[in-house]
């Protein structure tokens, strides 16, 4: 038995390393650029040669979210991770209306025509899901394949904030970031909005040191600007939001089930809103950031995905 576990302790150690020394030689491979989005520096980070595929992280996070995914893909795929605007190397405007959904749908549409192609695979978690939502709907022309990680299709997530008592529970956060600021000492879950806070949930070390950089560069006020513009609001009438538009595009959907802010049956009916094929994936021990708590199944899976389609 201590035989057993020692094994298992030395090669939980050895993966450990192997999997630190990926990540550093991914940060020291890629390549950086920015994207003019109407005047506003949208950066990326790109590796790869192939097909476009352009990830959107969410909040709190910036392109290194994808390091996983952007090692896995590089063979096959040209793959480009933003950071959304607010975070990191990208600018930073002063104001809410600066955070509108138009805008951040439009930082997108930037980088795909700055890298001299028409369209592209759009792939989003968290709030870069929700721009992922909103870019297939207003810009379907410019969607190859749409992959969304732990973000609820538009029609679901409005259902379940105005039906289910423990997904408008679970936004209650989301109502604290709309009505408070940065500066509030109790805003981020019961504490202040520092980089160092809001690299909490960073497991890996090493990562967690990029993240607080990565932040310290950040605009918080950006941050919580997403909610304040985007955030879908529980409906307290009879009279239901309207539906989102139809989609008609190839649609991979994952969905941690531990995730704690995002109910899973929002994803209830995904597959009526889309008239292409719609897979959807679950990973049962995976949290909200599931391209991390499994990102082997993530990449495994998106890498199969997209080659099928090619």
Known sequence: MKIFSLKKFLTICWLTILVTQANAELWDEVEH???DSDGVSIHYATIGE???VVMIHGFPDFWYSWRHQMEGLKDSFKVVAI????Y???????GNENYSMRHLVGDVAAVI???GEEKATIVGHDWGGSVSWQFAFALPQMVENLVILNLPHPNGMARELSSNAEQQENSSYARTFIEGSSSDPDILFGGPMTAETLSFWVAD??????YTQAFQKSSFDGM???YKQNYPRASSSSTPPPKAPQLNVPLLVFHGLQDTALHSDGLNNTWDWNDKDTTIVSAPTANHFVQQDAAELVTSTIKWWLKARQ
């Open 33 to 35: 650029g920015y994207a």
């Open 50 to 52: 192939g097909p476009l």
């Open 83 to 86: 950071d959304q605007r607010g």
């Open 88 to 94: 990191n190397l990208s600018d930073k405007p002063e």
């Open 113 to 115: 025509t700055h890298l």
């Open 205 to 210: 070390a090493e990562a967690r040191e990029k």
């Open 224 to 226: 919580l600007a997403y």
